[in-house]
């Protein structure tokens, strides 16, 4: 059963970051960090249960503040860069490459 | 134990399938409804887990207040410009193989898992309370980690003000 919960875990994190890798609309990629952020959390939690300390759920909570933090900015990013370029293709945001 | 098996086949279809259909569906609404899904299926295994008071916090911060913020966001913008982009990126074999790659490499790590499972479900709540057990250790162990982390959002939010100022 532990190998059952550690896959789900494993392809939460392996979907997120190939949507992080594949897809063009940058509101979809901060969609797909959360899931990984996600998946990670489960292995967390996962590890907790199995082998009995509270320690890996803690660990969660300040993942998950992290991960809110984290969506804070990254929407302020999007927000910020629709109001400059009028997009939100993450292939249209290469003006630091110039 | 059959009916613990069923009921995480079906919490992990919601929540593997939830996080499918982010990654394929072309309208970013769509993808946030499939991300209130595949977190509602991950709160359902953490229940499992005997992890109570987690799956609340997930549900509350994750499936409430993220997806709130992302589609609220997605309000503010031209819903043309954003539905009319193509979905994947030119290079998306590659990326798609890359990600098979994370996958297959984190299969053989999990399987190769051997830990002493004799405290299995055990020390998870103090007189029945998980809420307790977490608190225990929060304000025990982990005191200056939890001020780190009100520092982190304070921090976070004025830096998401500062980033939608009107001149940079």
């Given amino acids: 059963m532990l190998a059952a919960y550690m896959f789900v875990s494993v392809l939460l994190f392996a979907i997120g970051a190939t949507g992080a890798m594949i897809r063009r609309n940058f509101l979809i990629v901060l969609m797909s960090l959360e899931l990984m952020i996600n998946g990670a959390g489960m292995a967390l939690i996962v590890m907790s249960y199995y082998i009995g300390n509270v320690s890996g759920?803690?660990?969660f909570l300040f993942v998950a503040a992290v991960a809110a933090s984290e969506t804070a900015v990254g929407l302020a990013i999007v927000a910020?860069?629709?109001?400059?370029?009028?997009?939100?293709?993450i292939n249209d945001f290469t003006t630091l490459r110039k | 134990m059959s009916v613990e098996i069923v009921v995480f086949a079906i919490l992990a279809i919601f929540a593997v399938g939830g996080g499918f259909g982010i990654i394929v569906t072309k309208n970013p609404f769509r993808a946030a409804m499939w991300m209130v899904l595949s977190f509602i299926g991950s709160a359902g295994i953490f229940v499992m887990?005997?992890?109570?008071?987690i799956?609340?916090?997930?549900?509350?911060?994750?499936?409430g207040a993220i997806t709130v913020m992302v589609v609220i966001a997605m309000y503010t913008m031209d819903r043309l410009t954003i539905a009319?982009?193509?979905?994947?990126n030119n290079q998306a074999y590659f990326g798609a193989l890359f990600g098979l790659g994370i996958l297959l490499?984190?299969?053989?790590?999990?399987?190769?898992?051997?830990?002493?499972?004799?405290?299995?479900?055990?020390n998870l709540s103090i007189a029945g309370s998980n809420v307790k057990a977490i608190g225990d250790v929060l304000f025990k162990s982990y005191l200056l980690p939890f001020e780190?982390?009100?520092i982190v959002l304070l921090i976070a939010l004025f830096g998401a003000v500062a980033l939608t100022k009107k001149d940079l």
């Fill in chain 1, 57 to 59: 759920q803690v660990m």
């Fill in chain 1, 80 to 89: 910020m860069m629709y109001k400059n370029k009028k997009s939100v293709d």
């Fill in chain 2, 49 to 53: 887990l005997d992890a109570v008071f």
């Fill in chain 2, 55 to 63: 799956a609340m916090l997930q549900l509350i911060v994750y499936a």
């Fill in chain 2, 84 to 88: 009319s982009l193509k979905r994947f």
């Fill in chain 2, 105 to 122: 490499d984190f299969i053989v790590i999990a399987s190769k898992l051997k830990i002493n499972t004799v405290y299995m479900g055990k």
């Fill in chain 2, 148 to 150: 780190i982390t009100a």
